[in-house]
């Protein structure tokens, strides 16, 4: 079982920052692919971003490379979502998910799930 708890969110203008993070409980969580996800009003959940468990492969969507960075400290049980020249169409709750098997979790499928943090960007 793994319980996850993001933090991060919050409001800002079109081309700020803002940093994700998701804390993870359990001794498992090294072991653990982790991924962020965000659902915007009347639209369905979509996949953000996605790290292995060793933080040596990581994965994007295509409307936020070059923008967002996913990051893990195993040590802290903690992964991250760097958000840099953020949109307005980026305004959305992002969830944090967790699996052992990283396919799941680009495919949010069986995954566990934060229970989300609003992030809302003005224009």
């Known amino acids: 079982q793994v319980h996850l708890v993001e933090s991060g969110g919050g409001l800002v203008q079109a081309g700020g920052s803002l940093r994700l993070s998701c804390a993870a409980s359990?001794?498992?969580?090294?072991?653990?692919?982790m991924g962020w996800f965000r659902q915007a009003p009347g639209k369905e959940r979509e996949f953000v971003a996605a790290?292995?468990?060793?933080?040596?492969?990581?994965y994007y969507t295509d409307s936020v490379k070059g923008r967002f960075t996913i990051s893990r400290d195993n040590a802290k049980n903690t992964v991250y979502l760097q958000m840099n020249s953020l949109k307005p169409e980026d305004t959305a709750v992002y969830y944090c998910?967790?699996?052992?098997?990283?396919?799941?979790?680009?495919?949010?499928?069986?995954?566990?799930w934060g229970q989300g943090t609003q992030v809302t960007v003005s224009s």
């Open positions: 359990g001794r498992t969580f090294s072991s653990y692919a």
């Open positions: 790290i292995s468990w060793s933080g040596g492969s990581t």
């Open positions: 998910a967790s699996n052992a098997d990283l396919r799941s979790v680009i495919a949010g499928t069986r995954n566990y």
